[in-house]
């Protein structure tokens, strides 16, 4: 599908409503890899019918924004990866395991006991409520296969490899069923090929090939440094990615990259042609509303190194630990960067 030119959307998670759920809660904590049922506020009877309000919220505050590619906001999730890292065959769901964070912590993790199969569809329900309530293109996003190997104590597979082709093969038919309803682009979150980008040379491409074989959308991959609440603020990101320029042997249409943050090096962008990119203009470890003038210049420093028709415009991460004000502010602030930009295009065109 053909989207707007320099189109702007929301990389996954929105803010969510304080109504929904526990902010001190989720904010206080690693992000969960188990099941984190105490972060919400709503009682279970009465969550499901919350969490669709919470999506139209969601879909509402970037259509006021202006936002071409549309998300769900993960209003449902209390993390990217642990909804549907749990919701698969071969977990003790009874029986935690334990892995190190990528920030060097412990955290309680899925622990795989049996064969990882997909039973059931968990975000096509998700998606079909999305497509039925927005006209614009829509982004359904999806924890990575690699990034769900290395978040759980591996107590069946002889090694992570194997493992990670098991959730390739579960999420190939999620992904397939996503795109079969409505879906415009699947994202794959994969953040752990930046934070183990040793292992991950060793088969994280082919587990997300296998990941997204015959699938029938466009097909994203993101990739960061974390998010800037759990590594906090200051915290110094590097300016290159340990793991990017090998995304150009995957079979994504789509590299998602922190950028703003960072102040990434956009030069190795080249080496992902000749797909496009989505890139970070949004700060999330500062609070302040950028302006507009910030955006586009950050957006025009991409378009030093990649074409226009080759970029996409996005926050750097999920805007899940922001205030809906602070979200909302940033978001409008991008479009109507994105708007400068496009205009300087246009004018230069004629």
Not at 38 to 46: A, C, D, G, K, M
Not at 173 to 189: S, T
Not at 255 to 267: M, N
Request: net charge negative; hydrophobic share 40%.
């Amino acid at each position: 599908m053909d989207f707007q030119f320099l189109p702007t959307t929301i990389v996954g998670s929105y803010a969510q409503p304080d109504w929904l759920i526990d902010r001190g809660n989720l904010s206080s904590r690693l992000p969960p890899r188990v099941r984190a049922k105490e972060i919400w506020r709503v009682p279970e009877n009465f969550l499901h019918e919350a969490q669709n309000d919470a999506t139209l919220i969601a879909l509402h505050d970037q259509e006021r924004a202006g936002i071409d590619i549309l998300g769900d906001g993960e209003m449902r999730r209390e993390s990217y990866s642990n909804r549907v890292a749990n919701a698969l065959d071969g977990i003790d769901l009874d029986n935690h395991g334990t892995a190190i964070d990528r920030t060097g912590k412990p955290n309680p993790v899925p622990r795989v006991v049996g064969p990882i199969k997909r039973a059931r569809s968990i975000e096509v329900s998700d998606a079909a409520f999305t497509r039925h309530n927005t006209d614009k293109p829509i982004k359904i996003t999806v924890p990575g296969p690699f990034t769900m190997s290395q978040q759980a104590q591996n107590d069946y597979y002889p090694d992570a490899e194997h493992l990670a082709m098991a959730y390739a093969e579960a999420l190939n038919g999620e992904i397939r069923d996503l795109a079969n309803a409505g879906v415009d682009i699947v994202q794959l979150d994969e953040p752990y090929m930046q934070a183990r980008a040793e292992y991950a040379r060793e088969f994280g491409v082919k587990a997300v090939n296998r990941a997204i074989e015959g699938v029938e959308c466009q097909i994203a991959l993101h990739i960061c440094f974390g998010y800037a609440h759990v590594h906090g603020a200051n915290a110094q990101k590097p300016s290159g990615y340990s793991f990017l320029s090998e995304l150009a042997d995957c079979n994504v249409d789509i590299v998602s990259v922190e950028a703003a943050q960072p102040r990434l090096d956009l030069s190795v962008l080249r080496s992902l042609a000749p797909k496009k990119v989505m890139l970070g203009v949004i700060d999330l470890g500062d609070l302040t509303i950028e302006t507009p003038n910030k955006i586009a210049d950050r957006i025009r420093a991409g378009l030093e190194v990649l074409a226009p028709e080759d970029l996409i415009i996005a926050p750097d991460c999920g805007m899940k630990y922001l205030s809906r004000e602070i979200a909302f502010g940033k978001l409008k602030a991008m479009v109507d960067g994105a708007r400068i930009v496009r205009d300087e295009l246009n004018g230069a065109a004629n």
